[in-house]
């Protein structure tokens, strides 16, 4: 998707959050700067609100407003990470540094920078939960040193997966999943903006399928939209009505069984970052293509691991890490 994400275009003021009680702490926190942990489900607002809490606590949140996905650090190697634009700067002459000191480095040195405007900014971790336990006692004492210019937002699905001297230094707030009815009003404010045509029962079928996943719904909309001009019921079926492309899971597929595992999970990735597919999406249709490629004793391993990976995913850990396994176990034939 070439375009501008609509994600991004239209992404809410802190007086548009849907949700009433994570809005009203929120508002607090700009006149009351705090740490805040940001809990709830995939897609229920947590990211768009934390962006929207920088738009009005900072003059200059392009640069106040300092993003990390724990993603780009526990998922990639040393030299991706040092290769990343955003943090390049952090590790010019850094490269004796082990993956670990490399990502503390980052981390305090993202902290430690004096704010552009105003009297702090705001650094946000994204997937929290992913952080391993060494990791969390290195940010917090990163919290301790710089919490009177650094705010810090931890933005996770499980908090549980939080050490205790984290949870106790920032404000819990919590998100729910987005109701059918909010994720409509949502997208018909964003279709009616775009000038798009477009029916009801077709934001009705989008909201219905993204499941309270209120970023996966605005995707999916624009990904109509682009595919069929208009968003109705009949277009919204044919472009979602099946995750993906079936060759392109194919092609993922023959890719892990030749052990070609980097091109597999780029796939993986691409379905997952840039086509907004959720864990759950993917592992679904890779079941669907299985059951034409696969029977006997294959088929039934794999459904027997798509259930292990299923139940990993919904307690909250990374959807990419147990769909690779997936694929790496593909790969040794053992699925």
């Not at 086509?275 to 669907?288: A, C, F, I, K, N």
Request: glycine fraction near 6%; hydrophobic fraction near 35%.
């Amino acid at each position: 998707m070439d375009a501008p994400l609509w994600t991004d275009v239209h992404a809410p003021d802190l007086a548009d959050l849907p949700q009433d009680e994570a809005r009203e702490y929120l508002e607090k926190a700009v006149s009351e700067p705090m740490n805040l942990i940001l809990h709830g489900p995939p897609g229920s607002g947590k990211t768009a609100a934390v962006r929207a809490l920088a738009r009005e606590s900072h003059d200059d949140p392009e640069n106040d407003l300092v993003e990390i996905n724990v993603a780009d650090f526990f998922g990639r190697t040393k030299t991706e990470i040092k290769n990343d634009p955003r943090f390049e700067s952090f590790l010019v002459g850094k490269s004796d540094l082990s993956k670990r000191d490399m990502i503390n480095h980052v981390l305090k040195e993202s902290a430690s920078y004096a704010p552009v405007s105003g009297t702090y900014k705001t650094v946000v971790l994204d997937n929290a939960e992913d952080i391993r336990v060494d990791f969390q006692q290195a940010l917090r004492r990163v919290m301790e040193r710089y919490h009177r210019t650094t705010q810090f937002v931890i933005c996770t699905r499980q908090p549980t997966k939080l050490i205790p001297p984290i949870r106790s230094r920032c404000f819990p707030v919590s998100f729910r999943a987005v109701r059918n009815a909010e994720t409509v009003d949502v997208l018909q404010n964003i279709v009616e903006a775009e000038g798009v045509d477009y029916e009801d029962d077709g934001l009705q079928y989008v909201a219905g399928y993204a499941e309270g996943d209120l970023r996966e719904a605005i995707l999916a909309t624009q990904t109509v939209y682009t595919n069929e001009g208009e968003v109705t019921m009949q277009s919204a079926y044919e472009t979602i009505g099946e995750v993906g492309d079936e060759e392109v899971i194919q092609s993922m597929l023959d890719d892990a069984e030749a052990g070609e595992f980097t091109d597999a999970r780029s796939t993986l990735d691409d379905l997952l970052v840039d086509e907004g597919y959720s864990g759950q999406e993917v592992l679904d249709s890779v079941l669907r293509v299985a059951r034409k490629r696969y029977d006997g004793d294959r088929l039934a391993r794999l459904h027997e691991l798509a259930g292990e990976i299923d139940v990993d995913m919904s307690e909250g850990t990374s959807d990419r890490v147990h769909l690779s396994h997936l694929l790496a176990e593909l790969g040794r034939g053992t699925a």
